[in-house]
Every structure is written in C-alpha cells, then in structure tokens.
C-alpha cells in the first residue's frame, strides 16, 4: 500500500493506493461518526464496510448527475435519514461521484466530513483528490461548487480490473497531464531532464504511476489550496477540454468525449498554441503527440467543432480574470499565461480543422 500525504496548515489527510484499499473505511472515518451516507451510481457495487451503519443513496449517470437537483435530491435524503454534522458522506464512484458527493457533503449542515472511495483510474489519479466539488451549469462545467477537503482518499486498484476501455482512456488523459508536470515532484522523484519529462510515467507500475500523478496534485493543492495561481497548473489542457465538454452540454454538439480524452485533445491544443506564442518549438509539440499516442488518446478535435463556440466556453473558465487565460508550456516549463489573444486562439483551432 502507498500512502501520499496533504498536509494543509492544520489539517491533514492520506491518500491511499493499492489493492483492497477500500478495506481501510472504518479506519480513516472521523471518530464519532455514527452513520455514513454512501453515494453512489447503478452498478458500482464495491463491498465497503465503514463499521457503522450505512445509507445508500444513488445518484444518475453521467455528467447528469453533476446538476444542483441532484445536490438537493442528496441533502434532503440526508435530512430524511437523519444524517448529523458529525457523521460522514462517503463517495463510491468514479470523478462524477465524487464531485457530486463532496459537494453536497461541503453544503449539508454548511459542511459534513467525507471519504473518497476512488473506483475509476481517472478519480484516482485526480478528481477524488484535492477538495474542489462541483456541479455543472448549461453554461459551462464546474461553474457552480465548493472547496471542501475529504477526510481520506482511498484508491483500490481491484476496483479497476472490471473498468471498461473508455474509462481507462478517460483516467489516461490526466496522466498525460501530469507527464508534462513532473516538475512539480519532491526532488526525488521529478524526471531528470526536461527531454525526458514527457515519457518517465508511461512504463511504470499501475499502482506508482497513480501514486506519482498524486504527489504532483498534492504538491499543487498543498502550496496552492484554493487555486490562486500554482494550481491553476494542474488545469493544463483543461481550458480545451471544458470547452469541448461544455458544448455538449449548452448547446447539444453531437461528439462522446470522456473527460480525459477532452483533456487529451485539450493538450494537443495548447502546444499548438503555445508554439503559435513562440513558446515552445515543433519538437516540442511532437512530444506532445508522441506522450498521448502512447497512452493510446486522441490529438485532433472533433468533426464539426465550432470555433467560435469553443471560444465562448473557454472565455468562461473559471482560470480567467476577465481574460483568456491558459496554462502553456514554455522555456521555464509549464506556466499561467494570462490575456491570449483572440486571434492566436481562432488561428489555433483554425489549424486543428475546426469550422468556423
């Protein structure tokens, strides 16, 4: 079992990675906890056992569930089985369940504890990490949320052996983020040069590829909590990928992109516009293509993506001041890059093969 630790001020929790990790629930509970509300989907059915007695409540699929109905339906159900602010919300499920859950945990009773139990490669290696919960609008994912930090991670790699391809595509996505972070690692572990830094993840064990891709979010979230600017670099290829997810939602686009492949997609975007900027160089957008491809996901955007309608999802990401603002590769590494012109941006999609 790997154990990576958040340490925020005075406060303190474990993210726990290995085979039957979801066997450490009663342990990681606060004490005094009498009852826990367990939230999950239809057919997730991992056996958990928090030692105390357990309500399950089962919210949709799918980015449906991420709507502010299903955080009233949650904390009404909360209400009606008497859920108190010194029990516990536990979140069975993959980034959906957890974003959901933990909101509503961070809103009941103005903010119950809560467990992440992380059954999809994408929850593990990012959504149930790091305290930002969140519901989406028809304007644009994530819009509407909270930051409240979960009490423990639990990362059970047996609850991965029955995931289907796509999600495992979805959970690659952001480990292809984080090859191009790895410089935000303990000294120990970073890559030795910044040639090597897109492919040192790809050929290590499951269990420390995830344990990596999490030192690198803690790294971020414990220098950085409520994302006022070191954080923000956690969202590389994110401004793309909200875009291309949240067109789906606002205006019916006709793509199935999971998140990590709108992520992957959203990568490719920025090193074009990166190199557009005089940032980085061809090779360096070759790596980028290189690192994706090996992780088996998509580089080129969707047939039929609208420019202008990506463009109008990015100018609402959550990273901006009123501004476009990306996070880029650059000489000195990753970085926010703040007040992008328009221009470079419709050029970019433009070269990508979006319409206009």
């Known amino acids: 079992m790997i154990s990576v630790p958040l340490e925020l001020g005075d406060r303190r929790y474990e993210v726990m990675i290995g085979a039957g990790a979801r066997h450490l629930l009663a ?13 999950s989907q239809e057919g997730i059915e991992l056996d958990i056992d928090a030692g105390v007695p357990a309500r399950r409540f089962e919210i949709a699929g799918g980015e449906e569930a991420k709507a ?12 009606r089985a008497g859920l108190a602010r010194s029990d516990a919300v536990v979140a069975v499920g993959g980034g959906v369940v957890c974003d959901v859950a933990g909101f509503a945990a961070a809103v009941y009773l103005r903010g119950v504890p809560h467990v992440n139990v992380a059954t999809t490669l994408l929850a593990q290696v990012d959504a149930a990490i790091g305290g930002k919960t969140g519901v989406n609008l028809p304007e644009g994912k994530n819009l509407v949320g909270a930051f409240w930090q979960p009490v423990a991670v639990l990362c059970d790699t047996e609850a991965l052996e029955t995931l289907p391809e796509r999600e495992w595509a979805s959970g690659r996505g952001e480990m292809a983020k984080c090859a191009f972070l790895g410089t935000l690692l303990p000294s120990s572990g970073e890559p030795s040069s910044s040639a090597d830094q897109g492919t040192w993840l790809k050929d290590l064990p499951l269990e420390e590829q995830i344990a990596r891709c999490v030192e690198i979010k803690a790294a971020a979230v414990c220098a950085d909590e409520r994302e006022g600017r070191q954080r923000m670099l956690l969202n590389y290829g994110h401004t793309m990928a909200h875009a291309l997810e949240g067109a789906v939602l606002g205006a ?4 199935d992109l999971r998140h990590g492949e709108a992520v992957a997609i959203g990568l490719m975007f920025a090193a074009r516009l990166a190199r557009r900027l005089g940032r980085i160089d061809d090779d360096r957008v070759d790596l980028h293509r290189e690192v994706l491809e090996s992780f088996g996901l998509p580089t080129e955007l969707p047939l039929g993506a609208s420019a202008r309608t990506l ?46």
């Open 252 to 255: 019916g686009a006709g793509w």
């Open 311 to 356: 463009l109008d999802f990015m100018a609402r990401d959550k990273k901006g001041r009123h501004d476009l603002t990306f996070v880029l590769d650059g000489p000195d590494g990753v970085e926010v890059v703040p007040g992008v012109p328009e221009a470079d941006i419709l050029a970019t999609l433009a070269e990508m093969g979006s319409e206009t």
């Open 27 to 39: 342990q990681v509970l606060p004490s005094g906890v009498k009852q826990v509300a367990v939230v």
């Open 68 to 79: 502010l109905s299903e955080i009233e339906s949650l904390c009404r159900g909360f209400a």
